[in-house]
């Protein structure tokens, strides 16, 4: 009879929520319990430093230009012996919506993201981090990675002059 | 006005006083903790915790809220109707609470030397008025919302109006089989009555159509419509703010806590039950009653337009109706006592 | 006391009423005359007829005048309060027939020696045997007839 289904289904429905009112809640109580993320959550941003603490970051731009909301913007130099870098490296993370692009195109591993999401300030313009508030100490999640290592510091010497690298080619000339 | 020219003593009215004040007090203070109440309860059927910070456990949440409304600023549409839109908010509140003047909250206590009715009113008329002050809060949802001049406002005013007529008529048919068998409309001679038995055993169709009328009566889900969220915004108190939202929304609590205590006295026995006091049974019985309405709340979806006036109608109205033909007949074969 | 109360309800419930028949905005109209049921009902129920002091309020002002706002509510009435005053051959009718039933009730009133209401209360019980034994009749017409308006209603209202 359908009353009787009517009937049986209401009551069923309240049965489900009467359960319900006797489980613990799920809630978390967040200023006194804080939960952990995963390693790989996306939150704050760093810059890491390579295995012997000098500074990842080549000053690039592959960065800059991943980023959908245009929020990194830097200035690149040249240090001694010819290495890259930033002369200031800025995020303004009152834009960022963290979605990790930033950290997909780096090829140094420099821009990491890290599990630490409390970043709210009182003033916005405090959410503008400069490069000494995101350089680290530390190698972040790839601690063997050591970019320079890897491509060799070529940069100083001429082409072509590396152990076992052929010469250039001259782009010029006519002979094969 | 003759016999009626008695001068009571001072006692007495010092007396009805002191009933009329406790009763505002205790109904307000309820009201406002049943709003925190439904907060918390709510939240545990989804799993939460719900508000636990403004004190221990969170039990000066109602001051919060109440130092909160006092302070928001309390704004008028500039093209409604002023004088009705600041008139509304009161007149939907105040029957709410006049009705409980007529309500028995605990057996007859002795003081001073003289039995003192715990009710504020015996009146002989007693269910009538509650029919009349019942029909009379129809004007503050309907007032409220015509005079904030916002379509939303109106159209929930407008379902107000017919919801609360329509279910007004299952309400008070479902009422009359308990009249039937107190033969009284005096509230006290009804609790009175169920001494031997609570009328729900005689009456359980009656109850359960009372039951549904009086969720309607106090717009709770799943016969929220006049102020149904996901539609009309805030239904008919969309435009209002401050403390006159309050009067509003403490209103229907108010309302959910008289209709619970007129429930327990129509069909529960009002204030009687063993063992316990009076007043301790009576205001389990409206607790009780106010918690099912939360759990309701949190169970059920809402209904339908056609769905709720199908109801009303179709359903609730009849089977009254049948109710009340079933009772005079067994009456009638039952002799004159049938309790 | 019973004497001040009446003086104080007549009051309020006359200046309702006027205010009912001169307001130019309809659910205005409907706010005083409400007022004014209630005022009456007070009244009644000082006359020791609490049963139709109930009737009053729960007939006329929580039924009736319901009904009328939710029709004027429904239709869009513009800007009623801008109109102008009626003219002196629109008052006229009703001028005269106030006059009349006023004139009646003094007539009745004068030959009314006070003193004549009952000692007791009439119950309830009263009323109704009363209502449903020596007027069972005009009741059941009554409701035929409201029978009929829901028939009619329903027919009008069916689907087609
Ligand atoms: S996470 Fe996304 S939005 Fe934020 S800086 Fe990196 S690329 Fe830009
Ligand atoms: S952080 Fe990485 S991608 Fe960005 S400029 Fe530095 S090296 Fe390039």
Redesign the pocket.
């Known amino acids: 009879m359908r009353v009787i289904d009517d009937m049986t289904a209401i009551l069923t429905g309240l049965w489900t929520t009467w359960k319900h009112i006797l489980r613990r809640p799920v809630t978390i109580q967040y200023p006194e319990e804080k939960r952990i993320p995963s390693p790989r959550y996306?939150a704050r941003?760093i810059l890491t430093r390579d295995p012997d603490g000098g500074e990842r970051c080549v000053a690039c731009y592959l960065?800059s230009a991943?980023?959908?909301?245009?929020?990194?913007s830097m200035q690149a130099e040249e240090g001694e012996g010819g290495r890259r870098r930033a002369a200031w490296f800025r995020?303004n993370f009152s834009?960022?919506?963290?979605?990790?692009?930033?950290?997909e195109?780096c090829p140094t591993m420099a821009?990491q993201?890290t599990p630490d999401y409390e970043i709210c300030r009182r003033d916005v313009m405090d959410l503008v981090f400069e490069k000494e508030d995101l350089l680290v100490e530390h190698c972040g999640k790839d601690p063997e990675y050591n970019f320079y290592r890897h491509a060799g510091i070529g940069v100083t010497q001429p082409r072509g002059e590396g152990e076992g690298e052929k010469p250039t080619v001259d782009v010029r000339g006519l002979m094969p | 006005m003759a016999g009626a020219d008695v001068i009571p003593d001072p006692m007495e009215i010092t007396l009805v006083i002191a009933k009329i004040g406790l009763v505002l007090l205790v109904i307000l203070t309820l009201a406002a903790y049943l709003v925190f109440a439904e907060r918390r309860i709510l939240a545990w059927i989804q799993d939460r915790k719900g508000p636990n910070r403004v004190g221990p456990f969170g039990l000066l949440q109602p001051l919060a809220d109440l130092i909160k409304l006092l302070t928001k600023e309390d704004f008028c549409p500039p093209a409604g109707d002023r004088w009705l839109f600041f008139l509304a908010p009161a007149m939907a509140a105040i029957p709410a609470i006049m009705t409980f003047a007529i309500v028995p909250f605990g057996a007859p206590v002795r003081i001073f030397g003289r039995d003192l009715p715990m009710q504020v009113a015996d009146l002989h008329v007693g269910l009538l008025l509650f029919m009349a002050l019942s029909s009379i809060a129809v004007y503050g949802v309907a007032l409220g919302g015509w005079a904030s001049n916002s379509k939303y406002a109106l159209l929930g005013s407008l379902r107000g109006l017919a919801q609360l007529i329509s279910y007004e008529l299952s309400m008070g048919l479902s009422l009359v089989p308990t009249v039937m068998l107190a033969r009284s409309f005096r509230l006290s001679d009804i609790v009175a009555a169920q001494e031997g038995g609570w009328f729900i055993l005689y009456q359980p169709m009656a109850f359960a159509i009372f039951l549904v009328s009086i969720l309607a009566e106090c717009k709770r889900i799943p016969f929220d419509l006049p102020e149904a969220e996901g539609e009309l915004v805030a239904g008919f108190h969309t435009e209002y703010s401050g403390m006159r939202f309050g009067l509003f929304f403490v209103g229907e609590y108010i309302n959910i806590l008289v209709l619970g205590g007129l429930a327990a006295t129509f069909f529960l026995g009002g204030w009687q039950g063993p063992l316990l006091p009076g007043l301790l049974w009576f205001w389990g019985k409206v607790l009780a009653f106010a918690f099912l309405f939360i759990w309701i709340r949190g169970t059920l979806p809402r209904l339908r337009y056609d769905q709720l006036m199908h109801l009303g109608w179709k359903v609730l109205t009849p089977m009254a109706l049948v109710n009340i033909l079933a009772t005079a007949w067994w009456l009638y074969l039952a002799g004159s006592s049938p309790l | 006391m019973a004497a001040t109360l009446f003086y104080i309800l007549a009051t309020v419930m006359v200046i309702a009423t006027i205010l009912a028949i001169t307001g130019r905005h309809p659910v205005h109209a409907i706010v005083y005359l409400v007022t004014s049921f209630f005022a009456l009902a007070g009244i009644f129920y000082l006359l020791l007829a609490p049963l139709v002091a109930m009737f009053e309020v729960i007939i006329y002002a929580g039924a009736v005048m319901v009904l009328f706002m939710f029709v004027i509510m429904m239709l869009d009435l513009g800007h009623p309060e801008r109109g102008g005053r009626p003219a002196l051959g629109q008052w006229l009718p009703a001028l005269l027939l106030g006059a009349t039933v006023l004139a009646t009730i003094s007539y009745a009133a004068a030959g009314f020696a006070g003193d004549k209401l009952p000692a007791m209360l009439p119950g309830v019980k009263e009323f109704a045997v009363t209502l449903f034994s020596r007027y069972g009749v005009a009741i059941e017409v009554i409701s035929l007839q409201l029978l009929f308006a829901v028939v009619g209603a329903l027919y009008l209202g069916r689907r087609r």
Request: net charge positive; with cysteine.
């Open positions: 996306r941003i960065c991943a980023c959908p909301v245009d929020c990194i995020i834009r960022c919506i963290f979605c990790g692009f930033c950290a195109a821009i993201m």
